[in-house]
């Protein structure tokens, strides 16, 4: 189990989260390219964010 460092008091607790098996990509996978728009209609694109440093895309129901 990993062991996680409790902000509050400093103090470290054991996860009690259950293993999953993950299905995520491995680091280090190219992106494929995509278009999103945001919710004004704009749309941003892999493309697009070439030149930043860095790109977080967030699904929130």
Same mark, same amino acid.
């Given at each position: 189990? %990993?062991? $996680?460092?409790? !902000?509050?008091?400093?103090t470290f *607790? *054991? %996860? @009690?989260?259950? *293993? @999953? =098996? /993950? @299905? !995520?990509?491995? !680091?280090? @996978? =190219?992106?494929? +390219?995509? &278009?999103?728009? +945001? =919710? $004004?209609? &704009? *749309? /941003? $694109?892999?493309? #697009? $964010?070439? /030149? /930043? =440093? #860095?790109?977080?895309?967030?699904f929130i129901?």
């Open positions: 189990m %990993d062991r $996680s460092l409790c !902000l509050i008091d400093n *607790e *054991e %996860d @009690t989260v259950a *293993e @999953t =098996p /993950s @299905t !995520l990509l491995a !680091l280090g @996978t =190219p992106a494929v +390219d995509f &278009r999103l728009a +945001d =919710p $004004s209609g &704009r *749309e /941003s $694109s892999l493309a #697009g $964010s070439a /030149s /930043s =440093p #860095g790109l977080v895309i967030m129901s």
